[in-house]
């Protein structure tokens, strides 16, 4: 189950949808959901890790 790391809301699936952002943080993989990266894209987009690209 993946749900999302600022909210807590869990995805339908069991891979995050596209709209979602999966950062990895201490080799561990975040996931946060559309309204979630809506509101933080500029935080998350500073602790973008390499890997993710
Ligand atoms: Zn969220």
Do not use: Q
Not at 20 to 49: M, P, Q
């Amino acid at each position: 189950m993946i749900v999302c790391d600022l909210c807590g809301s869990s995805a339908p699936n069991d891979e995050p949808p596209l709209t979602w952002v999966v950062s990895f943080e201490d080799s561990r993989a975040k996931h946060y959901c559309e309204s979630c990266t809506r509101e933080n894209l500029r935080g998350i987009e500073g602790r973008l890790d390499m890997a993710w690209w």
